[in-house]
């Protein structure tokens, strides 16, 4: 079993930066091959995928509506996977959920967009932003 938890949500105002994390422990990163990503919820909204990279972070894939101002990274010494947040909107208000997706070895490259397919998920960390 994995548990993420996340940090670095709070409030800020439109056009400032965040950097959540998503700590990993039980199965590490750096034991355990795993492929992240980040989703968030806005009230009264479905989830919807934000980013992913693959255990090997030599993958990476961003939403349309988030790319060229978010970025996603890992650190799997640290057990840690970040979300760089630049140029925040106010639609950017959700709580953000990182997952982690068990993969084989061989498998090094694999992301996902689907929530689905992620076999463990963290409480979420609120992100707020201010007009």
């Known amino acids: 079993q994995a548990q993420l938890i996340e940090s670095g949500g709070g409030l800020v105002q439109a056009g400032g930066s965040l950097r959540l994390s998503c700590a990993a422990s039980g199965r590490t990163l750096s034991r355990y091959p795993m492929a992240m990503g980040w989703f968030r919820q806005a009230p009264g909204a479905e989830r919807e995928f934000v980013a992913t990279?693959?255990?090997?972070?030599?993958?990476?894939y961003h939403a349309a509506s988030v790319k060229g101002r978010f970025t996603i990274s890992r650190d799997n010494a640290k057990n840690t996977v970040y979300l760089q947040m630049n140029t925040l909107k106010p639609e950017d208000t959700a709580v953000y959920y990182c997952?982690?997706?068990?993969?084989?070895?061989?498998?090094?490259?694999?992301?996902?967009?689907?929530?689905?397919?992620?076999?463990?998920w963290g409480q979420g960390t609120q992100v707020t932003v201010s007009s």
């Open positions: 990279i693959s255990w090997n972070g030599g993958t990476l």
């Open positions: 997952a982690a997706k068990s993969v084989g070895t061989t498998y090094g490259n694999y992301i996902s967009t689907r929530g689905p397919d992620y076999d463990y």
